[in-house]
C-alpha cells in the first residue's frame, strides 16, 4: 500500500477549500446541478451562499413539508456538500436525514460530505434510516446499553438495532443501570455514579446523531439486556453489515468532530507505514482469572509485519516504558494522556482521566489515527475489533493484517512411574 511518508499533526490551511459545489434550484421543484470550481469572491455562486441556503432551508420546522422536499432532494445530489465549522447550522440535521452520506474532507476551514462508493452500504445505510424513522414509534423495540466499553456497548446495541430491523420496528437505546451505572446514565457522558454530565440527558446522543425520531419503551418491558446476549449471532459480528450498522449508530455530531479534529492535530504526528499494537492491561489482569501480554507477545504476533513505525494505544503508562525498553529502534508513537499503571484502574474503568468528555475525543483521535496504519496486534476485546473495523474503512473488508497475542503454552514433564 502506497502512502506517504509523513502525516503530519497539524496541516498548513490549503488555499482553496470548498470545490465543485454548486446547488441551483428551480421555482416548481427542478434541481439542476452545476459543478464550478469556487475560486474567490466573484464567483457566481459561491461556498458562502450555498452553505448559507443549506442552513436556511434546514433552520424551519421539522413538520415542514418545504424542508423535506429540500432534504430529500438534496440526498439526490451527486456532489459534495459542505459547512464551515464556525457555521455548522443545519449540518447535523442534514447528514441524520441523509445516512446515504459519509464525511468526504476537513480541513481548517470546514467540512464536505459525499455520497458512500459503496453503493450496497449506501442502500443498507437508507434501509437503517428507512426502519427508524419511517417506522411505528409504537412498536419501538429498545435494548440497554451496558455501560461497559465502547466496542462492546455498540455492539450489543447494533445487535438490537439489527433484531428491529428483521422484525420490521424501529429501535431506540435504554439505560437501565448496567455495568455499574445508575439508571439513565451512560459512562461515556457521564461518571457511572452520574456527576461529570457531559448533556443534560447523560446518553449517547451527548455526542452522536439521533438514530430514530421514537422514543425508548416507557415501561421497560420491552428491554434486552446482557442477559439475552446476541439475537444477531456471534458470526454476525464478522460482517460488513455489522460494521455499517456500528457506523450509522457512531456519525459524530459537527462540534465532536471538530474537537477531534484539533486534537489530532495538535497531540500527534502519524509516520508510516505503521502498525497498531492495542495493549490492553488496566482492567484485565486478575479478572476472571486473566493476565495481561508482555510487549514482545504483540511483536511475535505480527512478526514481520510489524512496521518500523507503531502506534502504541495502552491504558497503562508502564507498557510504554516496557516498549521503548524492549525495542528501543522501533518508533513508537501514542498520544501523551494520563494513564493508570498496570491494573490499578480496575475492571472496566476505562478513564484514567475522570472526564468523559475529554476520553471520548481521544477515543475518536484514536479512530482517526489507526486508519493510517495498517496491521494491528491485539488481544481479546471488543475495542479491538472496532479498531479494526476502523481501519478496514480506509484498506477495505479483510485487508487488514491482525495478529493475536496469546500466552506459550509450556509442556508438562510427565511424570515416569517406578
Known sequence: MEMKKEVPGKKKKPNKFFKNVVLTSGIIGIIVIGMLIVQDHDADVNADSFLRSISADLGAESTSSSRKNSIDSIASVPVPVCFKWDDTTGADEWWTHNPRYEIYTENDQGFCFTPHS????????????????????????????PSSGWGKDFSYTADGLWYAMQNNRPFQTALVGEGGAVPGVWHYAGLKDGSKPVCPTTDMYCYLLNITNCAATANKTDVFGEDRNFQMGAEFLKTEQFDWLVEYMTRMQS????????????????TTPCSVFHVRRGDTKGHYGKKYHPIHHYATALGNHTHENVLLLTDSSLA??????????????????????????GWENHFPSNDPKFEVVLLQSIFKAVKICDSVARSHSNFATILIMEMEKVMGKGNVVVGEAVFQQTKKKKKRNK
Request: aromatic share 18%.
Open 118 to 145: 459503496n453503493v450496497e452500504k449506501r442502500d443498507f445505510m437508507q434501509g437503517i434510516y428507512d426502519s427508524q424513522f419511517k417506522g411505528d414509534c409504537s412498536s419501538v423495540f429498545t435494548k440497554s446499553m
Open 255 to 270: 462540534w465532536l468532530r471538530k474537537e477531534v479534529y484539533d486534537y489530532f492535530n495538535s497531540h500527534i504526528t502519524m
Open 320 to 345: 510504554i516504558d516496557e516498549a521503548h525498553e524492549a525495542y528501543p529502534s522501533l518508533n513508537w508513537m501514542h498520544f501523551n494522556r494520563t494513564r493508570f499503571k498496570a491494573n490499578e484502574g
